[in-house]
């Protein structure tokens, strides 16, 4: 990217949207992932991603971070997401940044 985007941001989210959009498809691979990020600066952030065959074809921020108390699902009301991702801001930062495998943080508790 050519400039630095505030992590997490709108304009993130959009570019991480746009970054996923041209992977290899991956027929019937369709979902809406949503992600909480615990502990931020300027409290939790929710931002969902929409892929459909493997690719990408939306992606948001959650404004403000919408979170089912039941569940634990981050979404839009009406449109619930498969899976939802909640996770402490470093953890965040580190998975962003290609040091933490998400997966493999989920299986070790570090993420829910």
């Known amino acids: 990217m050519?400039?630095?985007?505030?992590f997490l941001s709108a304009d993130w989210v959009e570019a991480v949207g746009a970054a996923t959009a041209d992977l290899p498809a991956r027929p019937g691979?369709?979902?809406?992932?949503?992600f909480v990020v615990t502990g931020g600066p300027d409290?939790?952030?929710a931002w969902w991603?929409?892929?459909?065959?493997?690719?990408?074809?939306d992606a948001g921020r959650l404004e403000p971070a919408v979170v089912d108390e039941a569940t634990g699902a981050a979404g839009a009301e009406g449109d619930p997401p498969a899976v939802t991702f909640t996770l402490p801001r470093a953890l965040a930062t580190a998975?962003?940044?290609?040091?933490v495998d998400l997966p493999a943080a989920f299986m070790q508790g570090r993420a829910k």
């Not at 050519?2 to 505030?6: N, P, S, V």
């Open 49 to 57: 991603l929409a892929v459909v065959d493997g690719r990408a074809v």
């Open 29 to 34: 691979t369709t979902a809406r992932v949503s």
């Open 2 to 6: 050519a400039g630095e985007l505030d």
């Open 43 to 45: 409290g939790d952030v």
């Open 95 to 99: 998975v962003a940044r290609g040091e």
